[in-house]
Structure formats: C-alpha cells, structure tokens
C-alpha cells in the first residue's frame, strides 16, 4: 500500500516538475497534453486514497460504538464472537482469562461471555435477557472493537 502511495507522489512531483519547466516550448520542455492528464490522473487517485484513508479511521466515534454495543442486538452479537475469538484458545477451551493480556473479554466477563459467544456461533441469536446483560457488559471493549473495524475497513 505504501509502495502506491509512492509512485502517485512522485509521478505528481515528476508532472509538476515538467508543468513548472514548461515555457510553451521556448526553449525548455514541452508539456504534452497526455502529460496534464497523468498529472490530473495521480492527483484524482491520491485524492481518492486519502478519502479512503480518512473515511476507514474515522468511520464511528467512540461514543458511536459503545452505545451500539449496549442497545444493538446485532452489534453486541458480532462484538461477543469477534473478541471471544481473540481469546487464547486455552482461554476458548475453559471459558476463562488465563493470560491478562487485554486482547478478549476481561476475567471477570469472560466466563458469562465465553458462553454467549459459543452460543451465537452455534447459530442461535441471544434473547432480550441475554442482550440486556451483554449490552451491559460490553462497552469496555469499545476500543479493542473500534481497532478490529480499523483493522478490517468495516
């Protein structure tokens, strides 16, 4: 990805290099059309780039995740399998936190958590009791679940 941003940055310095250079052909380089329009064509897919960039960091608020993972029934069933599944797997098999390493639920969630998240993998949805104490407990993760929608472009 970096690599792309380099070639447009320096093929927009090389065109703009050339368009400064260009005294209509008196002397110095002539700018060819085609030249305009690589220039035009680098600056409208860097631009795009940037967008994409800006748009993929900023896409939701930390108040905007941690009220979906209270009320929203689909987000607080996608947060629960996301962060079980960055549990250990020794963590996965025992339903407890092993390692404090503040990746997955944390000890005192894990073992309620673990269960609803086995729960919804196994294709069941959680009820309105479940929902409640799960959107109790999961807007503390609201920053492993803002890097994870980072991380995924999502």
């Not at 959680?126 to 104490?133: G, P, Q, S, T, V």
Request: proline share 1%.
């Amino acid at each position: 990805m970096l690599f792309g941003v380099w070639y447009y940055i320096s093929s927009i310095s090389y065109y703009a290099n050339q368009f400064l250079q260009w005294d209509h052909g008196e002397g110095g380089s002539v700018l060819q059309s085609t030249d305009v329009e690589k220039l035009l064509l680098c600056i409208q897919v860097l631009s795009l780039y940037l967008y994409y960039q800006l748009i993929k960091t900023s896409m939701y608020t930390k108040e905007q995740i941690k009220e979906n993972l209270s009320i929203n029934p689909k987000w607080i069933e996608r947060g629960i399998v996301v962060l079980y599944q960055r549990q250990t797997e020794d963590e996965k098999r025992s339903g407890n936190t092993i390692t404090e390493n503040r990746i997955g639920f944390n000890s005192s969630d894990s073992r309620y958590l673990s269960y609803c998240a086995k729960w919804v993998l196994g294709g069941n949805t959680l009820n309105e009791k479940h929902l409640k104490k799960c959107g109790k407990m999961l807007p503390k993760y609201w920053k492993q679940i803002m890097d994870i929608i980072k991380s995924k472009g999502n």
